[in-house]
């Protein structure tokens, strides 16, 4: 939602701004995988951008997922 001030205004911009950046590349990758690739979320802000992006229906977050990777790394 836009804001009533200028900071929120500017927040709720710079996030759809954020958030559409993403879904276009996800737009990019998805086209390139084949109509249809799954779509696996991780990161500080995934869980966010995914609850507002348009590709939500196709996603899944997982929060432990790099984690577990370094983990998996370090005990090699």
């Known amino acids: ?7 929120a205004a500017m927040t709720a911009g710079a996030w759809g701004l954020a958030v559409g950046g993403v879904d276009r590349l996800v737009d990019a990758a998805t086209e390139a995988a084949g109509a249809d690739a799954r779509l696996l979320v991780a990161g500080g802000w995934g869980e ?3 609850a507002a992006s348009r590709h939500r229906a ?4 997982d929060a432990g997922l790099v984690h577990r990777g370094i983990r998996a790394w370090a005990e090699r």
């Open 48 to 50: 966010a951008w995914l």
């Open 58 to 61: 196709r996603g899944r977050f």
């Open 1 to 7: 939602m836009p804001g009533r001030e200028t900071v």
